[in-house]
């Protein structure tokens, strides 16, 4: 269970957490929440897949690492084999708080993490605060990727809307065959119709440009290729047990 906190100086001075990767720290996800504005870099890597919230009535984008539920197929041997990891990932455990009485949006820390270094583990870890409870580099990296990461899901809403508004997703099922016969099957998931984008008119593509909306659209058009590798590491996977 999560046990989020305000982080401090005073509260989390000698607080040290695990930056290395491996599947008890929390690595071990078959997705992650993508924000468009980290499409270019997210699609050179992972194919992004979109999936409706009933709860809130809309979409959110996917980085997809796997075929099934705890698979990570970028994660071998505590190394993540990926030039670019997204923000969701790179950010934990810490997340965006609600605003302070100055109106400045808050670092959280999740206590309950396993990233969390337990106060008998030394050394082990990098320190968030130094010694005279200034944020060392380390959280200063932190403090921007979540600054990113908030500005970002700030302004997910209009594309999404965009999209909604153009009817450009259209579900996605895939069932996939591995070399050893047995099969996966990726159910639930939107991709960008790209029928239905072509033969849009120059006013809806032009009401797209201007929102900024076109270039993670093919983002997300290209990061489809990375099914084909996704697919070679599931194989990969397998044949070596």
Not at 21 to 44: I, K, S, T, Y
Not at 66 to 91: Q, Y
Request: aromatic share 8%; proline share 4%; glycine share 8%.
């Amino acid at each position: 269970m999560a046990d989020h906190a305000v982080l401090t100086a005073e509260a989390h001075r000698t607080l040290r957490v695990r930056t290395d990767r491996a599947a008890e720290l929390g690595d071990g996800v078959m997705c992650c929440l993508a924000m468009p504005a980290e499409f270019r870099d997210v699609q050179n890597e992972y194919p992004i897949l979109f999936r409706h919230n009933s709860e809130r009535d809309g979409f959110t984008a996917l980085a997809m690492f796997g075929f099934e539920t705890d698979e990570n197929l970028f994660l071998e041997d505590d190394v993540w084999d990926a030039r670019h990891r997204p923000l969701a990932m790179e950010i934990q455990p810490f997340l965006i708080g609600g605003a302070d009485s100055a109106g400045a949006k808050q670092v959280h820390v999740d206590m309950a993490s396993p990233r969390i270094v337990p106060r008998s583990g030394g050394d082990e870890g990098i320190r968030v605060f130094d010694e005279l409870g200034r944020p060392t580099p380390y959280l200063e990296k932190i403090a921007e990727r979540l600054g990113l990461l908030d500005d970002g899901y700030q302004g997910a809403t209009d594309f999404f809307d965009a999209l909604r508004r153009y009817d450009l997703l259209e579900p996605l099922t895939l069932d996939v065959t591995l070399d050893d016969g047995s099969t996966n099957r990726l159910v639930g998931y939107h991709v960008i119709d790209e029928d239905r984008l072509r033969a849009l008119d120059a006013a809806a593509l032009g009401d797209l440009h201007a929102g900024g909306h076109l270039m993670p659209i093919f983002m997300a058009l290209a990061s489809l290729a990375n099914l084909g590798e996704l697919i070679a590491r599931k194989n990969r996977r397998v044949a070596h047990g």
